[in-house]
């Protein structure tokens, strides 16, 4: 059976909530019977993603408010 976890990436400072944040990823390991095959990408994710939509204005990709916007892309 497959194994799907929240990985997480880095931790970045983030201004929008003046704090550090954890930027996650989630990821589907294959079921044993398909031992060759990567893991995939699912989703990605904010820690404070959530504290971050309460917020009057759209965020960024990472909380899931606005796709085209990566702040912390390097």
Same mark, same amino acid.
């Given at each position: 059976? +497959? ?18 944040? /954890? %930027? +996650?990823? $989630? ?10 095959? !990567? ?8 820690? %404070? ?5 309460? %917020?009057? $204005? !759209? ?5 899931? /408010? %606005? !796709?085209?916007?990566? !702040?912390?892309?390097?």
């Amino acid at each position: 059976m +497959e194994r799907v976890s929240w990985k997480p990436i880095r931790r970045v400072y983030c201004d929008r909530v003046a704090d550090e944040v /954890t %930027l +996650e990823a $989630k990821v589907i390991y294959p079921a044993e019977i398909m031992p060759d095959s !990567p893991p995939r990408v699912l989703a990605h994710r904010c820690s %404070l993603g959530l504290a971050c939509n309460q %917020l009057d $204005k !759209p965020a960024c990709a990472w909380a899931g /408010t %606005l !796709p085209g916007f990566d !702040p912390f892309a390097s």
